[in-house]
Nanobody, 119 residues
């Protein structure tokens, strides 16, 4: 059983910043990928950023230069620093833990945290 707990969302003005946190607990393999996805109303869930347990990060083109993902392996915690927020960043942000790859991949999700950016 894996549990994911997120925090840090909220309402912020355009140009502002937020920091999201997510901690995973339970039966977690040390080699994994943690990331953040978001889903805006009427849109599909999309990958925002992900980082491997070895520290390799990748970002969606729309957030490069504004979002920074990091993690503390000892705490099974992943962070998303969000700067220069835009109204189009408004969405529910979901934390993800991925174990394995391809057909063997298992995904765990947080409950989601709302980020709302006012113009």
């Amino acid at each position: 059983q894996v549990r994911m707990v997120e925090s840090g969302g909220g309402l912020v003005q355009a140009g502002g910043s937020l920091r999201l946190s997510c901690t995973a607990s339970g039966n977690i393999f040390s080699i994994n990928t943690m990331g953040w996805y978001r889903q805006a109303p009427g849109k599909q869930r999309e990958l925002v950023a992900a980082i491997t347990s070895g520290g390799i990060a990748n970002y969606a083109d729309s957030v490069k230069g504004r979002f920074t993902i990091s993690r503390e392996n000892a705490k099974n915690t992943v962070y998303l620093q969000i700067n220069s927020l835009k109204p189009e960043d408004t969405a529910v942000y979901y934390c993800n833990l991925a174990l394995g790859a391809g057909w063997g991949r298992i995904d765990y999700w947080g409950q989601g945290t709302q980020v709302t950016v006012s113009s």
